[in-house]
T-cell receptor
Framework: ETGVTQSPTHLIKTRGQQVTLRCSSQ?????VSWYQQALGQGPQFIFQ???????GRGNFPPRFSGLQFPNYSSELNVNALELDDSALYLC?????????????FGPGTRLTVL | AQSVTQLGSHVSVSEGALVLLRCNYS??????LFWYVQYPNQGLQLLLK??????LVKGINGFEAEFKKSETSFHLTKPSAHMSDAAEYFC????????????FGTGTRLTVIP
């Protein structure tokens, strides 16, 4: 069974640019959540997708947007990058009907904004 | 609103000594609670979870945690530390309803001294 995978592993962008991060969910999982983990902090919830629809959003501006595809993979897009967007971006998937909402995390994408 | 507080951003223990990592939660309804571990340059791995069944929860790698409603705590323990336990540990809370996203604490870095 393949776990959650993310690409790329590292990315360097400059302020004002746009970036797209990708996530493949674990087999059988139809829910994907994205988190931002700044250096020295715990992960913060960005948003969640369930069956291709946004199913909840944290306190992040609209320039953070996402997509989920029919195969349940997902993208996180960030426009007009700011220096504070530098962080580890984690994707997590959850299986259908799991009552305890256990989330399985990928290794993350390290984004550096210069 | 729900949140967790992790007391102690850094904890050092000797190899073979007891590990105690503290977590207190705040939630308006009975929560689900989790402990995750993060090794350097990796994503999060679930150690254990509390889902309103047994209050003493056993997880992987010899870790366990006890849910104490009266103290709003969910401290993580391990009787005997191993060098491989050195990592960052995160406590997280979620609700059963809604987007069931995780709210993480700021983490505790565990150092194991040989």
């Amino acid at each position: 069974e393949t776990g959650v995978t993310q690409s790329p592993t590292h990315l360097i962008k400059t302020r004002g640019q746009q970036v797209t991060l990708r996530c493949s969910s674990q087999s059988g999982h139809n829910t994907v959540s994205w988190y931002q983990q700044a250096l020295g902090q715990g992960p913060q919830f960005i948003f969640q997708y369930y069956r291709e629809e946004e199913n909840g959003r944290g306190n992040f501006p609209p320039r953070f947007s996402g997509l989920q595809f029919p195969n349940y993979s997902s993208e996180l897009n960030v426009n007009a990058l700011e220096l504070d967007d530098s962080a580890l971006y984690l994707c997590a998937s959850s299986p259908t009907g799991l009552a305890v909402n256990e989330q399985f995390f990928g290794p993350g994408t390290r984004l550096t904004v210069l | 609103a729900q949140s967790v507080t992790q007391l102690g951003s850094h904890v050092s223990v000797s190899e073979g000594a007891l590990v105690l990592l503290r977590c207190n939660y705040s939630s308006s309804v009975p929560p689900y609670l989790f402990w995750y571990v993060q090794y350097p340059n990796q994503g999060l791995q679930l150690l254990l979870k509390y889902t309103s069944a047994a209050t003493l929860v056993k997880g992987i790698n010899g870790f366990e945690a006890e849910f104490k409603k009266s103290e709003t705590s969910f401290h993580l323990t391990k009787p005997s530390a191993h060098m491989s336990d050195a990592a960052e540990y995160f406590c997280a809370v979620t609700l059963k309803t809604g987007a069931n996203n995780l709210f993480f604490g700021t983490g505790t870095r565990l150092t194991v001294i040989p």
